[in-house]
């Protein structure tokens, strides 16, 4: 089973639309770490959340992580091209106070121009 | 400030052959993880080491795979015997302390078993 599910799997837009791409759980994780991978590359760290509620904005980007810590979403105002890439959420499950990062599946960006 | 380093970017190796993945961390870092990524799949946690240690390896097979992180030089991931199963990317990321600090991933090994 995989803990963190990510959804939807596949998503393909127009420049200029607005979207939201979830990340959820029935686990509690202590933070949620957002990342954005093209082709042939590494993950690059977009944001992190820490607090239950927090809110974080990076540009067009909007970052929330649930009231209770187990889910997150990311919302894309103004979707350009450059958007486009796999978006990953990771975390640390606050059970067993592990140090392995877990990961999310990931979601498949395409903004069309 | 140079980010985190692997080499090679590309590998191919044929089955049974052994493969040698290097990592090196960001400086100040003293932390690395090492993460296989499958077509389709995830990001799958293999080992967490430290200076001469490995702290945590719960992720990597029993078998043929083997880490390390000596106290000089690169991060060294270790695939012995190669099989097809093998073939996918690897990742390392480096942390400068660890209890659920920040990841920083380098750009990954594309191992491809023929």
């Known amino acids: 089973t995989q803990l963190l599910e990510q959804s939807p799997q596949f998503l393909s837009i127009q420049e200029g639309e607005n979207l939201t791409v979830y990340c959820n759980s029935s686990?509690?994780?202590?933070?949620l770490q957002w990342y954005r991978q093209e082709p042939g590359e590494g993950p690059v760290l977009l944001v992190t959340?820490?607090?239950?509620?927090e809110v974080k904005k990076l540009k067009r980007l909007t970052f929330q992580f649930g009231d209770a810590r187990k889910d997150s979403s990311l919302h894309i105002t103004a979707a350009q091209p450059g958007d486009t890439g796999l978006y990953l959420c990771?975390?640390?499950?606050?059970?067993?106070?592990?140090?392995?990062?877990?990961f999310g599946k990931g979601t498949k960006l395409t903004v069309n121009p | 400030n140079a980010g985190v380093m692997q080499n090679p970017r590309h590998l191919v190796r044929r089955r049974g052959q052994e493969a040698r993945l290097r990592c090196s961390p960001m400086?100040?870092?003293?932390?690395v993880y090492w993460y296989r990524q499958l077509p389709e799949e995830g990001l799958k946690f293999m080992v967490y080491?430290?200076?001469?240690?490995?702290?945590?390896e719960s992720g990597m097979p029993k078998e043929r795979f083997s880490a390390e992180f000596p106290k000089e030089g690169p991060s060294i991931l270790r695939i012995q015997q190669v099989v097809r199963g093998d073939s996918a990317a690897y990742f390392c990321?480096?942390?400068?302390?660890?209890?659920?600090?920040?990841?920083?991933f380098g750009p990954g090994t594309r191992l491809t078993v023929t």
């Open positions: 990321a480096s942390s400068p302390v660890s209890r659920g600090y920040e990841q920083y």
């Open positions: 686990s509690v994780f202590s933070s």
């Open positions: 959340v820490v607090t239950g509620g």
């Open positions: 990771a975390g640390y499950p606050t059970q067993g106070g592990s140090e392995k990062l877990v």
């Open positions: 400086k100040g870092h003293s932390h």
């Open positions: 080491l430290q200076k001469e240690n490995i702290i945590d």
